[in-house]
């Protein structure tokens, strides 16, 4: 075939177009199909999965409100030397003014104020007192007075520095605040020790994560093992003892465990009645890190015994008896020559448990007490309560990184290929 | 050609009805359970009954109604029509721009005696998007018992573990828990706040909460402190006025109310901001309805949270279904406020990201 080729030049197709072409063509032809079939979902994700939240995420960054909302005060800042610690001149009130007058007409201020009020607190209350009275001001009177007797914080130099500071369209405090920093008088600065919470709840989030995934390791690889083994009858209904908890609803699982281990619970109460625990040392098992643990494991275990599962049917039961036949004890068989074939197995279980814990924030919520809550939580706070979306954000996506991050390693110390699910 | 017909006949159906619910649909978002209980039975039926082309759906999502009606105006499309929030979430809703400013006395009904409603809500129209509609405390009950022969009397029980040992609960967040620390630190109750606004003010209430640290457990859901009372894992709890009315009143456990110290917190009404003039207008009518004077005495037939309007108090009369009468169990009734603080709305606005962080770092360590 090779001589051929090299002898008569390109073969030729039917209707006299080199074969190679001609085949290209026909590829392409499939190929187009092919994406023409996957269109429809891959538009689905690309509209309702990657735009949204790439759109969540930018918000980390996005500033645009304050010079949208203050267009002439941002530029008449642009000569004060914040620095220097006196009041900028009479033209910035006059900006200030101006911009007042146009943001409270389009109720843009107290916008405006929700977002500084994150940088320092009180804005809030200033710029909505302050938009009640701007229209009474005397546009030729001495502006800066009139605004320091609205409130005295317009006399204060550091309200004047916080415009200054997050005055551009982009801005770096969200992601400062999400590492328990944020942008002071001469720079980048740590907040103060009370204040300084999420780089803790992010570590205490990956360990807990880890702890969680260990756990259900431990616990469903035997499970596994046991469904994989037994006459399919057997394992089939003991399949569904694993599928249950999925078919029950989550908060219906996680408030049973609070009945079963809190101090009044029924497990404390029967290891009081067996004499295990005296009455008034009741163990504490619930709204701590423990009670977390606890819940998290018992929920996210399918996720792991469904992977191993599936792997571990496709081990062929013979290997085992080969080794055995050339006079392993059954403890070298399994860890020679069963275990290693299981490992893919592991491997996928624990990167969809571990995945899905490090972003858990119900299960947390509920049982996880003060020592058991996860960055998740304090996400939630910022997209449902506080509504400080950028920090929201910014915390959302390093948390991504650190996903992403993890799952490099475990790409290059594991490999990725080394990963079945079934 | 057969399947081509039936997608269309489909497409023009689906296009017909959805023509036909958006013409009388009227979504009201509320916090479901015993409350949203209350508003069908005191509002929506009767409403229903004299408007007949309207069809109230009641939507329970009432707990994240700031962030899906952010999310909403982002995207353009707001599918609520009356949104039940608490009145810190309506400044923000105002704030933010999602409310729509209420003009009380030309939108809303007079009281009988021609009061108008401005007058009537008083100080409880903490800000122009809001009308007010029940006044709900957060105060505490304990378990009676367990207390020995001596109720605890006042809210500084709480911090008391030597005649009251045992867990209590306090909720999740710094608003209430800090004023009550405070209040028992021996500070004066008109100075709380400007206490809470210094650095040492703060710091002084993180100490006194310190004291009872290790025996608290902290709750985030309203129903947490009713089932932590009912299976005697704590001794006292804070939680809503309403859910102990029920867990003593209904649920006949043996758990007695202190009022001394309860904050009042209201609830109420907000339309969301640029919806179209018809359903603006048809949320104003319902609004018009079910906050005049009878409408929130009525409510207080089914839940124990007091009207908004002064002219509705002596309206209130017995629970539909127990017979008792309702007055006493009111958190706005004369007797049961010799001591209490008014949710200061201003103050919180301001610094609750502030002390909120704070409070956070301090319940991590």
């Known amino acids: ?422 | 050609m057969r399947l081509r017909t039936f997608l269309a006949a489909g497409a023009v159906a689906s296009v017909a009805l959805a023509g036909a619910a958006q013409a009388e649909d009227m979504t009201i978002v509320s916090w479901g359970g015993a409350y949203s209980a209350s508003q069908m039975n005191a509002y929506h039926k009767p409403y229903m009954e004299m408007n007949p082309d309207v069809n109230i759906i009641n939507d329970e999502s009432a707990a994240e109604a700031v962030a899906k009606l952010r999310a909403m105006a982002e995207a353009g499309n707001t599918t609520w029509d009356v949104v039940d929030v608490v009145a810190s979430d309506a400044i923000r809703l105002c704030d933010e721009g999602l409310a729509m400013e209420i003009d009380v006395d030309s939108m809303l009904a007079a009281a009988p005696d021609g009061t108008p409603a401005s007058k009537d809500f008083g100080d409880f129209l903490v800000t122009p998007c809001f009308i007010p509609q029940i006044v709900y405390s957060t105060t505490f009950g304990y378990r009676t018992d367990m207390v020995g022969d001596t109720p605890p009397k006042d809210v500084c029980a709480v911090f008391d573990l030597e005649n009251y040992p045992g867990k209590r609960s306090l909720e999740k967040r710094p608003i209430n828990n800090m004023e009550w620390a405070l209040m028992c630190d021996g500070v004066a109750m008109e100075d709380i706040y400007d206490q809470l606004a210094t650095e040492e003010g703060q710091a002084r209430a993180f100490a006194k909460l310190d004291t009872i640290k290790e025996h608290v457990v902290w709750w985030s859901a309203g129903a947490d402190t009713p089932q932590l009372l009912a299976d005697g894992e704590i001794v006292i709890g804070s939680t809503y006025n309403g859910r102990l009315f029920k867990l003593i009143e209904e649920d006949k456990q043996p758990v007695a109310m202190l009022w001394d110290g309860q904050v009042f917190d209201l609830d109420g009404w907000i339309v969301p901001a640029n919806l179209s003039d018809e359903r603006k207008k048809r949320a104003l009518h319902y609004l018009n309805f079910a906050t005049d004077t009878q409408r929130l005495a009525d409510q207080a037939k089914y839940i124990s949270y007091g009207p908004a309007r002064a002219s509705s108090a002596p309206l209130v009369g017995k629970h539909a279904t127990l017979g008792i009468d309702m007055a006493p169990h009111m958190p706005n009734e004369p007797s049961n406020m010799s001591n209490t603080l008014l949710y200061n709305y201003e103050f919180w606005a301001d610094y609750r990201d502030d002390i909120d962080a704070k409070f956070q770092t301090w319940l991590a360590k």
């Open chain 1, 1 to 422: 075939m090779a001589n051929g080729e090299n002898v008569s030049g390109p073969i030729l197709a039917a209707d006299g177009r080199p074969l190679k072409q001609s085949l290209a063509r026909a590829l392409r032809l499939q190929k187009l199909r092919a994406l023409a079939l996957i269109a429809p979902l891959l538009i689905f994700v690309l509209v309702s999965f990657v735009a949204p939240i790439t759109d969540m995420l930018f918000r980390s960054v996005e500033n645009a409100i304050v010079p949208d909302t203050l267009p002439l005060t941002v530029a008449a800042l642009e000569d004060w030397d914040e620095s220097a610690g006196k009041l900028p001149g009479e033209e910035v009130f006059a900006a200030l003014h101006q911009d007042l007058l146009v943001a409270v007409a389009a109720k843009a201020h107290t916008k405006l104020g929700s977002r500084l009020n994150y940088e320092q607190t009180g804005v809030a209350s200033l710029l909505r007192k302050t938009g009640r009275r701007v229209k009474r001001m005397e546009e030729d009177g001495d502006l800066a007075a009139q605004f320091a007797k609205i409130h005295k914080s317009w006399a204060d130099p550091e309200t004047w520095a916080t415009i200054k500071r997050f005055s551009s369209a982009y801005t770096s405090g969200y992601f400062l605040n999400a590492v328990d920093a944020k942008l002071g008088a001469t720079g980048i600065e740590a907040r103060p020790e009370n204040e300084r919470i999420y780089i803790f709840l992010f570590e205490r989030t990956l360990l807990l994560s880890v702890v969680i995934t260990v756990a259900c390791l431990l616990i469903g690889y035997p499970v596994a093992f046991l469904l994989a083994t037994l006459p399919m009858r057997t394992s089939n209904m003991l399949m569904i003892l694993v599928l249950l908890p999925f078919w029950t609803s989550l908060l219906v699982r996680t408030s049973a465990w609070k009945v079963l281990l809190q101090q009044q619970g029924v497990i404390n109460d029967t290891l009081v009645f067996i004499g295990l625990v005296a009455n008034d040392g009741r163990l504490a098992m619930i709204n701590n890190q423990t009670g977390t643990i606890i819940a998290m494991t018992h929920i996210l275990l399918p996720f792991m015994i469904l992977p191993l599962y599936s792997v571990m049917r496709t081990i062929p039961p013979s290997y085992m008896r080969a080794a055995k036949s050339l006079g392993a004890t059954d403890w070298t068989a399994f860890w020679r020559v069963y275990f290693p074939q299981s490992v893919p197995g592991i491997g996928a279980g624990a990167i969809l448990v571990f995945i899905l814990s490090i972003g858990y924030y119900i299960t947390p919520e509920l049982v996880g007490g003060t020592s058991g809550t996860f960055i998740s939580n304090r996400i939630a706070y910022h997209i449902s309560s506080s509504l400080n979306w950028g920090l929201a954000a910014a915390l959302g996506v390093i948390l991504l990184m650190v996903v992403l991050v993890l799952y490099w390693l475990y790409d290059r110390i594991i490999g990725i290929d080394n990963v079945k699910l079934g």
